[in-house]
């Protein structure tokens, strides 16, 4: 295959890049250590590294003979990797000038108080504890849109950075067509009760070992290149991490039982790892390998969890390896392990929600953060907010703040505008789905384990494309189509109806 | 404790000595991840990652205003911590500016190679494989020498990166009297057999699990902080990685029988990590945190290696749990785990060797090294010169390259003067030995598996001190002596006769 990259002036970027593309590398490595390795007194000196390393890439960021290069390259005629090249590093000049060095330091010295001060509000169920951190959270948010600049309205701002060009009256529309079909459904759903609300096997026990191999089987299944490109590990939150397109690393956790969970936060971050593993190789080193933006690399672990980890043909080719290590399993069917993966039940934990639920509780906080950015709600009013919200979309009232509104770490990291990403990629799987239907036969391909075809459909549309266009130009070329929530409440209506 | 750096040049030397102190971090994570995690076709972008990140280092060592800085520093009145922090880094100046850039580069392609070369030329057995890559070492040796500058000869320039300080006629020295007393005794060790010359304990297998519940119990009674501030992992050859003072790891490696190896490996790391994990606190982030000299180092793990780890009160305290792990120890006494330990026999291979045979290998290659670089031989000789001078120093003969000049990685890797490190180390450790008995009865402490005693002492003396002064400064601190090799003879006789 030709090089990608031919223009003498992105040579020379992309020459300058490396050590940027050096510390970054380091940097996912560091952070991959320190979820599953690290002894917990190295967090002092890990720390200190992560910081002054972030400073050092931004500086090599913002180096003016590095910037003018940038500026130089726009003007040229060059191909659509190259372009990829000059928008990508052209937005991260633009948001790592916008925001002065103090505001960064504020930020962070913020947020890692905030982070403590959140864990024990949780822990002790003491809002108050949280309270003035949640404030100085809001006002950081806003001074960040800021400094950022905006056409409508702050939320527009802080929406772009986890999802390029993505702009809130967008969500707006989304979230009012989700609110409006979902709710209903929801209520035909526990009364028609195709699937239930609860299973037995919630409650069946494992040991780590058994469902450890389980895991294993199923990677082998999807042609996860264990050891050879990629890694299975434990920790607390389970997530992926990418330290180039050879080395992609995903982890699970082991709760001891309701297997789902561990089966199905392995799928996830599978999908996720996959984006990373099918990237074009001749990105490697660029700013244009990996994935495009939140929306999209949720958009590929949701399809993996919920179009293929929760379909009934995926329960039943996993049935043989969950009978030969869990015990249990031989008083349960295929159908069983189906109705468990697909139980909808109103709960007041995001992270415990349904398929079908989920979006109702993206909703809440997208509400939420936009009155704190726009109608100047200050912390003490959240949590009623919170609850009132939480029983009018799903009907159930929290009882402490720790099953409200402080359940999530998000805020306290200063993560605002980032929730309606997980509902970006949940739609898109659905979305997904209805298009790779018209080329495979999805179902009977889940069935047979065959999943290379699968794997290749991703590849070509979206994964070999990197980070070239943005996500809403991605999107058109890979479906022809912008996202689009019908799909999703179509497929909610299939399965659960 | 008040802060050991208060003069305000120091003070802004340390702050900009912070970033380069993080890459060195980094730097460390990543190797040692990819010694024991990585998947193995990330070590395209993970030596990519790595050679950015040295020449980053590089080029905050040598940037104007921090030598300028150093310089200015040398002629202030600075306390004991301050004038370390200036010796080490002018020293490392000294160095990064010794060499040019292409001198790097073309020493990183060169070994690069020369390891590959050397993979195969071991593997098949055909030494003139290797031959050509060696001649290009011995030059590039040459000219590092050249650049570095020395008085007395090329050896002189190489031994001071490894040994600061140290000088080519000392080592000359001390082998010429290790040699002296050396040959003999082993003949009256093997003729008295007071050890043995093999031990049917050598043929014993074990599964992995057991040996590494062995190696947990006894790294618990050493106090090693695993999981709070260090770990235990698996790697192909052990070796102990410091990420700061919070987080030393150790690896071991398990191979199924002689079980030996994996304990005394594990022992052997822990003494280097207990060196890095007692500094002062309040080195940290500066360049005197760590220990000073590979020399120094090795008299660490060498003293828990064999001072502790091959006494028969350390086989007395192991062997309840030995017992408890292997089967095959019912057959076996506590006597008989330590003449295991102590087995003495002439082998061709340096890692298999025995303690009393060890330092006869090192004076081979350091003979043979000096020879390279002084006396002009050339690659094609020194087979012949190593099977000649093995024959004369321990009257066997290897048969194969593999077993003779293919043995060791380190010139491959472009190490030449590193060996005699070794060596020191050793004999330090039975020099430590003589001195810590006036203040504590070794034998009954570890017979009691009462370590702290033990720990405190090498703290006191060695550990705390950090790279503030030369080694052999230290040394005069720590024991008031040179290093003496007649210690060492000495505790050859009183346990081998």
Redesign the interface.
Known sequence: MEPVFQNETIKGILSRY??I???N???S??GW?MEV??????I???S??Q???S??SQEFILKPDFIELVEKAKGLELNEYERGVVRVLDREIRISKAFPPEFLREVSEVTSQATKAWEEAKKGDDFSKFEPWLDKIIDLAKRAADYLGYEDEPYDALLDLYEEGLRTKEVVGMFDELERELRPLIEKIMEEGKVPREHPLEKEKYEKEQMERVNLWILQKFGF???????LDVSAHPFTTE?????V?ITTRYEGYDFRRTILSTVHEFGHALYELQQDERF??SPIAGGVSLGIHESQSRFWENIIGRSKEFAGLIYPVLKENLPFMANYTPEDVYLYFNLVRPDLIRTEADVVTYNLHILLRFKLERMMLNEGVKARDLPELWNEEMERLLGIRPKTYAEGILQDIHWAHGTVGYFPTYSIGTLLAAQYYYHIKRDLNVEELIAQGNFEPIKAWLREKIHRWGSIYPPKELLKKAIGEELDPEYFIRWVKERYL
């Open positions: 490396r050590r593309w050096a510390i590398h380091a940097q490595v560091l250590d390795n690290m002894p917990k007194e190295g002092l000196e890990r200190v590294a910081g002054e390393l400073v050092l290149p264990l050891g050879v490109r990629s890694r330290f180039g397109i050879r080395d690393r490697m080193f």
